[in-house]
């Protein structure tokens, strides 16, 4: 059996520490897909209240399918991605 984890990666700016964590693990690459289009819609509104809001903001810099980064509209040096990839069961 073929497992994949959806993993999300705050690449981290100035005094912020990045970090990764994984979101979801399915046998189903399709609803990681369906899972990871619904964070990135999220995190791709805009938020005009708040313009450095870093849960949201951004606009897509890379999309390559399994993996998808972002750059904030304001913190130009601010990145975060998702990616789809196969993990091992132990």
Same mark, same amino acid.
């Given at each position: 059996?073929?497992?994949?984890?959806?993993?999300?990666?705050?690449?981290?700016? !100035? *005094?912020?520490?990045? =970090?990764?964590?994984?979101?979801?693990?399915?046998?189903? &690459?399709?609803?990681?897909?369906? +899972?990871?289009?619904?964070?990135?819609?999220?995190?791709?509104?805009?938020?005009?209240?708040?313009?450095? !809001? *870093?849960?949201?903001? =951004?606009?897509?810099?890379?999309?390559?399918?399994?993996? &998808?980064?972002?750059?904030?509209? +304001?913190?130009?040096?601010?990145?975060?991605?998702?990616?789809?990839?196969?993990?091992?069961?132990?």
């Amino acid at each position: 059996m073929e497992m994949y984890a959806l993993t999300f990666c705050y690449e981290g700016v !100035d *005094d912020n520490a990045p =970090f990764a964590t994984t979101i979801a693990v399915s046998e189903s &690459v399709q609803r990681l897909r369906e +899972e990871m289009a619904k964070c990135v819609e999220s995190d791709t509104q805009i938020n005009e209240e708040d313009e450095w !809001d *870093d849960t949201c903001n =951004f606009i897509v810099n890379m999309n390559y399918g399994d993996v &998808v980064t972002l750059q904030h509209k +304001e913190r130009i040096n601010l990145y975060t991605s998702y990616r789809i990839h196969k993990v091992d069961i132990v």
